[in-house]
């Protein structure tokens, strides 16, 4: 690679930091291409070699998001049976919510921008959502007549986790009064209920 | 009444509405007293008859969603059977959820203003909780024993619920070539596996 083509990808991966800062601080709302290059100390001008508008900027950080994500998931210990998996996976999926928030808000949070399609976003995600339906296909079966179980159950297994990740991060939870123990409990709880429900089916 | 105090009446309602446009347009981050007397035309200092700062308007506002919230759930068509009951009550939950986001948002997605046990919020998050707490407690009992399975029962059911709620709003539901009827079938087919496995239980 030389200098110059270096300093591009470099330029590039600094706007998308910068973008996340940006974000984190003040809100998408508040992206821009022009607060992205007064970050860097670089020209108005510099960020759209690369974005070429701030949608494909914004959509660019989900993105990368995705990305991280599919990574952190692809990453869990693997087990033998689907059906274990699935609970190794719940749990870095919670992991990654709450560790992350600002990306997992973005993911899931924030409306796509337009550009999504194009810039890999779409892809990226159903990647991601695809490591989920590879465990049920392992219960349920690869044929086009599994296709709707296993995306029910993938919608069932997604929101739980997704309505679980949620609710630790309200307000609400900490005021219910819950049983001693129910908030650390729930998450190995709820998914060994939806293994039992799995597997009572398969 | 008389009329100074018909007047203080209307002008707190009046108050909790104005800021509950506010927040819509807005965000919470914007939200004041002065903003809201600005918009009911009022001098600067008559929001403070009835909300000792901002925060104090801010979780009087959420303890208004709750009380919406919580009759919403009340006046669902009641069932003979505790787990009968649980389906109509999940899907009336992800109906207020679709069709008052902004409400859903402030009750479980907005951190509670330091006033919230103060005003009241508390206790009415509380009682809309309980409806759930009360069909768990019609099948596993109302001892103290009971009590943790009721609770983890509840968070199940609420995270897969709120889970689905959130799913919804998202970008990513739209992208993930899901099977033809999947997300229209995904509530009624989760609440009744969710049912499936209590009656299991009980």
Known sequence: MDNTKEDLAGL??????????SIAEHGVERLSLREVARRLGV???APYKHFASRDHLLAEVIRKCFQDFARFLDNRERQQ???QDLSCLGSR???????????YRLMFGTPWPEPAEEVGLVKDALHAFNILRGDLKG????????QPKVDLDAMM?????????????????RHLDLAN??????????MDRLRAMLSAQG
């Not at 590039?12 to 996340?20: F, P, T, V």
């Not at 999926?93 to 990306?103: G, H, I, K, N, V």
């Open 93 to 103: 999926y919670l992991q990654f919510a709450l560790e992350r928030p600002l990306e």
């Open 157 to 173: 297994i997604w929101s739980s986790m997704h309505g679980l990740a949620s609710i630790f991060q309200s307000s609400a939870v």
């Open 43 to 45: 020209s108005h001008q």
């Open 181 to 190: 123990g129910v908030q650390a409990q729930a998450p190995a709880y709820i």
């Open 81 to 83: 049976n689907p059906d």
């Open 12 to 21: 590039k991966a600094a706007c998308l930091e910068a973008a996340r800062e």
């Open 139 to 146: 219960i349920h079966g690869d044929s086009a007549d599994a």
